[in-house]
């Protein structure tokens, strides 16, 4: 039951999603610099009026703190923010409003059959795995990654909830490729790569440490960008309206920091950008997501720490001779994630199918390397209860 909903409601989502992002990419006539903070004061609006939507950070400490509860009245501002956010061009993606849409969704059906305890927890993960699972089209990995993100070291500790959200994660995925016609091959055009020998592992481990660094790098620029935001009076819309502006100029300067990069790292795969360009670009998509975030835009940042490992990966390659373009790609967005989200397991898992890349042994040996080279503090900071 939980699967069906969660698909039909995730199907419904992205049609409006899309709409929405054909409408504002149709207004030629207007600036980014006025798009964008426009966005930026409707969001604002939305939240002075309806409330804080919530974010990953929260969903995960009420799992642990809540036991396992995620209420529905955060809903409406998290969809009506969401939508706006990501139809305008911020550099968040919808598996955030996704998953608390449908880990809500878990909660009120145990609800419905009065469960509590472990048994209400576990229908929570299932709500949130179909969601995952809906956007990146692996029903193992989203299982895998709703239940892997809520730690920072144990990897999974709700075992028991592990059949329940593959069962839940089946069916979402069943559904919303039914509805969207996505999800059935690689997300990503990425050419297909066979390992040669050993060194094909040894490469991956390198590009693990350099999609460590880049994580290191990003959380940094994550906290400055944080600490500057605090420091801005005035209610939330101003906040909004003045990240609006950041990213409207961002797009300005360099177009693909624009969206989520669901679309935008085939372009990368496609263009031929100098290493310098391309680390350029690295470093104004992590200041994007940066101030997405921290200017109380809602989405989530998994698709585009993903857009950015690839662009330093494509980098590495044009900077190392040897080093095969699809292998340091993918193996240091494999790292990126792993590091900032502390998922090895299911980023393995999830890149495979996103990238179509057979063989995932160095991708699990990148994400190893991009968890243990992790800080000590975990990024979401509900993690460490």
Request: aromatic share 10%; net charge neutral; proline share 5%.
């Amino acid at each position: 039951m939980i699967g069906i909903g969660c698909g039909l409601f995730a199907g419904l989502y992205w049609t409006v999603l899309e709409r929405l992002t054909e409408f504002v990419r149709a207004l030629h006539s207007l600036s980014l610099l006025v798009i964008m903070p426009c966005a930026g004061l409707l969001i604002g609006l939305v939240i002075h009026r309806l409330g804080q939507p919530g974010e990953i950070g929260l969903i995960v400490d009420n799992i642990h703190s809540r036991g396992g509860r995620i209420d529905t009245h955060e809903n409406p501002a998290m969809l009506l923010t969401s939508l706006l956010s990501i139809s305008a061009g911020g550099s968040l993606g919808p598996e955030a409003p996704m998953v608390q849409v449908t880990g809500s969704f878990g909660t009120w059906i145990a609800d419905r059959l009065q469960l509590e305890g472990e048994d209400l927890r576990s229908l929570s993960l299932a709500g949130m795995a179909a969601g995952f699972t809906a956007l990146f089209g692996a029903p193992l990995g989203g299982a895998f990654f709703a239940l892997e993100i809520l730690h920072h070291q144990h990897v999974v500790e709700y075992y028991e909830a592990i059949l329940p959200a593959i069962v839940s994660s089946c069916a979402s995925y069943l559904v919303f490729v039914w509805i969207t016609r996505l999800g059935i091959g690689p997300t990503w055009q990425f050419p297909q790569y066979l390992i040669h020998d050993i060194n094909d592992f040894v490469w991956a481990m390198g590009c693990g440490i350099l999609g460590a660094l880049a994580a290191w790098i990003f959380i940094g620029i994550f906290k400055r960008c944080q600490w500057l935001f605090q420091q801005i009076p005035g209610p939330v819309y101003v906040r909004t309206t003045l990240a609006g502006l950041i990213l409207g100029v961002l797009a300005i300067l360099c177009p693909l920091t624009r969206y989520f990069g669901h679309e935008e790292l085939n372009l990368v795969l496609e263009q031929n950008a100098t290493a310098f360009a391309l680390l350029l670009l690295a470093g104004a998509k992590m200041l994007a997501i940066a101030t997405t975030v921290n200017g109380e835009w809602r989405g989530g940042f998994i698709i585009p720490l993903f857009f950015t490992g690839a662009c330093i990966g494509k980098a590495l390659s044009l900077l190392i001779p040897g080093v095969h373009p699809v292998l340091s790609m993918i193996t240091t967005m494999a790292a990126l994630n792993a590091a900032v989200t502390r998922t090895p397991i299911s980023t393995t898992l999830l890149l495979s199918k996103l990238t179509g890349f057979t063989p995932f042994a160095p991708i699990l040996f990148a994400s190893l390397v991009g968890f243990f080279l992790s800080p000590k503090l975990p990024f979401i900071r509900a993690q460490e209860k």
